[in-house]
């Protein structure tokens, strides 16, 4: 009877194993023949022959890069050291054409055990634990973003500096083959297949630019900042930092934003990229950090505040400039209470960053009045708001640390936190090397108010960096989102000259942006046709409006013309089958590969203080919507 395919491969690894390695144990023995028999899919092996204090091998495939050490029990914390030790010397000199590094915090490394031991496929050390009987998990298909073509060239650059490893490879004929599927239990057409492996979003897990390289792995002597315009990667490189934290500790991670639907897309990111840290990395809003804190410690807020500031802005509305409710609760929460401010005198003192109606003392103590009918119509209802949350989980910090700190923090999209925001994340990291990394971009801000991180008493003196080239939108969308009129002088979150999105460079040719303009009438037929003139699938598309008021209006019309959607804020990063749709604010921090962009523009009374500023902060939060789009972005102007 003749061997199945897989039988085949087996046998001919088993005999090359025993030949070569006649003295492997029996683990490693039964290990390396698997890996062995996956050289004959495409994977690329490398066995090491030298004496110890090395990985014992390193595995190469469309998943990503592995360095692997076979052994039960575990080998002690020294020896791990030394194969992470040798995992940076190797690939800190490996660079492929192009300039692309493939980062030494790409490289996964795995501890192999008995199949019946008790370690599973998390763990919460700088290794991924697996048991033998578990070994198909280096193989999952839901990971795959390498195209053969670059397994080949990772694996030849490699083998010069490994020059104690043996490379073998088994090849059976073709005629013998039985089809491998990497994505799903479903055919993929190989067009289809190159797509999705092609995608910049997926191939950060293995390459990076030396810029982004370099600072995945630098070592900073207290709190640092990234920062630079969309698209230049610096999430990606506070993914890589944060596994790259996670190594040379034992205690949790935090990665923290300030918008509540961020957090999970992250972390889907981090859990294909460093499987091993998954349940040591926590990944949640600041908000809700703050509410579960307060509730270990037994403290529990009633977050209701809407009315209490509706009928504070009542009382004083008529002494007040502008008769726009929205523009003095952002005054109160971004300003006031955001930057913690307590006395009338100090809030007369201020200096109102990003706000441009000016206010003399009369109309700040009016507004200081407001305040406090606010503070008083709260305490009557025993309900606070948001504000109020980071302000007590601080004073709670303070009184009591957390008893065990975390090995580091990243804080994303730091540009939208308030002041005090800031203050709480520097307590929960503390000043320490490596423990705290502030990423953001002030041309994307799109909440009102600012700040800088001196203000916070955050030093980041010699420790800011600023990265410069868009990987993310292909030169079409790019081009678009270069010609909105967003402030184009912005600085690095603490008062130098940053980098602007029209003077980021680009790496990715192609890339197509339509306009359209047009009536409320005649939206619905135009938004319709622009979804279904698409060839980019639904699941990596989204529909991004301003309101949430508009968002709702287009979710509907799409529904009535058969287009399912989805909200935004339940993306993950994961590929759905609905269209996502929401505000810009819920958009910020993702990418899709097509995105819809519905601008109501609407005829609103405004007086010439407030009028730049809003104009100013709609503008952010258009060149924000226009940069969310990779290969496609529809625009389309709605007048009335």
């Not at 020896?79 to 000199?93: G, N, S, T």
């Not at 004929?173 to 491998?180: G, I, K, Q």
């Not at 990291?429 to 971009?441: M, T």
Request: proline content about 5%.
């Amino acid at each position: 009877m003749a061997l199945s395919s897989h039988a085949r491969k087996r046998q001919l690894a088993a005999n090359l194993v025993s030949e070569r390695y006649p003295r492997l144990t029996s683990l490693q023995r039964n290990v390396f023949t698997e890996l062995v028999a996956r050289t004959a899919e495409g994977w690329r092996l490398a066995v090491h022959t030298g004496p110890a204090s090395a990985a014992d091998a390193y595995l190469i495939g469309r998943v990503g890069v592995f360095a692997i050490v076979v052994a039960d029990p575990a080998p002690d914390a020294e020896m791990m050291q030394a194969v992470l030790r040798q995992v940076d010397e190797r690939f800190a000199a490996l660079s492929l054409p192009g300039g692309r590094r493939v980062a030494a915090s790409a490289v996964t490394p795995v501890v192999i055990g008995a199949p019946n031991s008790a370690a599973g496929p998390r763990n919460s050390g700088p290794f991924w634990s697996l048991p033998a009987s578990r070994l198909d998990q280096l193989f999952r298909r839901d990971a795959v973003h390498l195209t053969t073509k670059q397994v080949t060239q990772i694996a030849e650059e490699l083998r010069p500096l490994l020059d104690e490893y043996d490379w073998p490879r088994i090849e059976i004929p073709a005629a013998d083959e039985e089809p491998f599927e990497l994505l799903s239990a479903e055919s993929v057409a190989e067009n289809q297949l190159a797509a999705a492996v092609e995608r910049p979003f997926d191939t950060w897990m293995t390459f990076l630019h030396p810029d982004q390289a370099a600072l995945a792995t630098r070592n900073y002597g207290g709190p640092a900042r990234i920062s630079g315009p969309a698209g230049t990667g610096k999430t990606v490189v506070a993914l890589h930092r944060l596994r790259h934290a996670g190594r040379r500790s034992t205690g949790p991670l935090l990665f923290t934003t300030f918008v509540r639907n961020l957090p999970p897309v992250n972390e889907t990111a981090f859990r294909r990229l460093a499987p091993e840290m998954a349940d040591r990395a926590e990944f949640i809003s600041l908000h809700s950090w703050a509410s579960a804190f307060l509730a270990s410690r037994g403290i529990r807020l009633n977050i209701s505040f809407e009315t209490s500031f509706n009928l504070a802005w009542k009382a004083h509305s008529s002494e007040l400039p502008d008769n726009v409710p929205r523009y003095w609760a952002d005054e109160v929460h971004r300003v006031i209470k955001g930057r913690g401010i307590k006395t009338l005198a100090e809030y007369q003192r201020v200096i109102r960053r990003g706000r441009r109606r000016r206010l003399d003392n009369r109309q700040r103590a009016t507004v200081w009045q407001v305040y406090q009918d606010y503070q008083k119509n709260l305490a009557e209802r025993d309900a606070h708001d948001f504000d109020d949350l980071l302000t007590r989980a601080l004073e709670e910090l303070e009184r009591q640390p957390l008893e065990e700190p975390y090995a580091a923090v990243v804080v994303d999209e730091v540009q939208d936190m308030t002041l005090n925001g800031l203050r709480l994340l520097r307590k929960i990291a503390g000043d320490g090397p490596n423990q705290l990394l502030l990423v953001g971009d002030g041309q994307q801000q799109v909440y009102p108010g600012g700040w800088r991180l001196s203000d916070a008493g955050i030093p980041i003196q010699g420790r800011g960096e600023v990265l410069k080239v868009n990987y993310r939108n292909r030169t079409g969308i790019l081009d678009f989102a270069r010609r909105i009129t967003a402030l184009n002088e912005v600085d690095d979150l603490d008062g130098a000259a940053g980098v602007a999105l029209r003077d980021a460079a680009a790496v990715n040719d192609g890339g197509i942006a339509k306009s359209w303009e047009g009536t409320e009438s005649e939206l619905p037929d135009a938004l319709a046709a622009a979804v279904r003139d698409l060839d980019i699938p639904h699941g990596e598309t989204a529909l991004i409006t301003f309101s949430n008021k508009d968002a709702l209006t287009c979710r509907k019309l799409l529904d009535s013309a058969g287009i399912a959607t989805r909200p935004i804020e339940q993306h993950t990063g994961e590929t759905g089958d609905r269209l996502y749709a929401g505000t810009v604010h819920k958009a910020k921090g993702l990418d899709f590969r097509a995105v819809l962009v519905v601008d109501f523009v609407r005829p609103e009374p405004e007086e010439a203080g407030t009028e730049q500023e809003n104009r100013e902060l709609r503008n952010r939060q258009r060149l924000v919507a226009a940069t969310r789009a990779r290969d496609f972005l529809w625009w389309g102007v709605v007048r009335s």
